[in-house]
């Protein structure tokens, strides 16, 4: 049972353009959400993350929205660049005091120049 | 500052033969450790995590074993390794969970590339 969920596996992008990364979530008791970025046989890196008291956050050209009446967040990059080229995961937060993180199966990202 | 480091990079493995991946964390004391596996064409899967010394939790039923034998090393084993063991293989720590703190990200190692033969 996937409880995050990245539908689109890969999304191409030309520079300068906004990429737009989406998440759906099952679990109404998540409370707080991230993205992460990954680049090949590397480790993922942090790149912004949400509470679900807000709706938005926005980090330089990354702003993360969260409707948390559709389940859905996405990630907005712009303008988008060749070096934003990745894999990017969502996770979110299993609300056990534990702070495990369920993730996304990732979507890949490819800017085009 | 805080660093994580996994060792080894790449490892390539016959079926049937025994698995032992580090990772060891500095900078840091009594951090949460988890081990992720990311699959060909699929997210990062949660296998273990560890809140402190000794204490383990599975998260999926599986041919792999953890251990925590220090409070900054976690370790990841099998005994004998299956094809569908192959995968990329993550460690990742964070702070504790203390009283009125929101969330604790969690910081990736480098990984291991498992490739079984």
């Known amino acids: 049972d996937q409880q995050v969920k990245q539908n689109s596996p890969s999304l191409s992008v030309q520079e300068g353009r906004i990429s737009i990364l989406n998440c759906d979530y099952t679990?109404?008791?998540?409370?707080?959400f991230l993205w992460y970025k990954k680049y090949p046989a590397e480790g993922p890196t942090f790149l912004i993350s949400?509470?679900?008291?807000?709706d938005k956050n926005e980090d330089g050209r990354f702003t993360v929205f969260l409707n948390k009446s559709a389940k859905h967040l996405s990630l907005h990059i712009v303008p988008s660049q060749p070096g934003d080229s990745a894999v990017y995961f969502c996770?979110?937060?299993?609300?056990?005091?534990?702070?495990?993180?369920?993730f996304g199966t990732g979507t890949r990202l490819k800017v085009l120049a | 500052s805080q660093t994580i480091h996994q060792w080894p990079a790449t490892l390539v493995q016959p079926v049937g033969s025994p698995l032992s991946l580090e990772c060891t964390v500095e900078?840091?004391?009594?951090?949460?450790l988890y081990w992720y596996r990311q699959a060909a064409g699929r997210g990062l899967q949660l296998l273990f995590y560890?809140?402190?010394?000794?204490?383990i939790s599975s998260e999926v039923p599986q041919n792999l074993s953890a251990s925590r034998p220090q409070d900054r090393q976690f370790i990841l084993s099998s005994k004998k390794l299956l094809l569908s063991d192959s995968g990329f293989y993550l460690c990742?720590?964070?702070?504790?969970?203390?009283?009125?703190?929101?969330?604790?990200?969690?910081?990736f190692g480098p990984g291991t590339r498992l490739t079984v033969l």
């Open positions: 996770a979110a937060s299993n609300p056990s005091g534990t702070y495990k993180y369920i």
């Open positions: 900078g840091t004391s009594n951090p949460n």
């Open positions: 560890s809140v402190g010394i000794g204490q």
């Open positions: 949400i509470s679900s008291i807000k």
């Open positions: 990742a720590w964070s702070d504790i969970w203390t009283s009125g703190r929101v969330y604790n990200e969690q910081f």
């Open positions: 679990n109404s008791m998540f409370d707080y």
